[in-house]
């Protein structure tokens, strides 16, 4: 089991960018796939980004490619996940997860969550 703590998230203008992160501890970081997923209000939890162990081939919902980068720094515990051109559609908490599977790109597929960090873009 790991621990994750997001951070970063806030109160940005469209067209801005911010990055996220996560840091773990409790766990070996370096053998769990990670991803980064988001719920808005009303809506269901929902994938946007993983990242395997190695750092080797990531994965993008569709609404994020192009947008998004996912990246991890394995020495330091910490994923990380760059936002740029935000939209108000991006507006929601973002959830930063762990997973024993790679190419997991569903919320079934992770076991370790952390708590959430509030992003909201305005128009």
């Known amino acids: 089991q790991v621990q994750l703590v997001e951070s970063g998230g806030g109160l940005v203008h469209a067209g801005e960018s911010l990055r996220l992160s996560c840091v773990a501890s409790g766990g070996t970081f370096s053998r769990y796939a990670m991803g980064w997923f988001r719920q808005a209000p009303g809506k269901e939890r929902e994938f946007v980004a993983a990242i395997p162990w190695s750092g080797g081939r990531r994965y993008y919902a569709d609404s994020v490619k192009g947008r998004f980068t996912i990246s991890r720094d394995n020495p330091r515990n910490t994923v990380y996940l760059q936002m740029n051109s935000l939209k108000p559609d991006d507006t929601a908490d973002y959830y930063c997860?762990?997973?024993?599977?790679?190419?997991?790109?569903?919320?079934?597929?992770?076991?370790?969550w952390g708590q959430g960090t509030q992003v909201t873009v305005s128009s």
């Open positions: 997860a762990a997973s024993w599977t790679n190419q997991a790109m569903r919320v079934s597929d992770y076991g370790d």
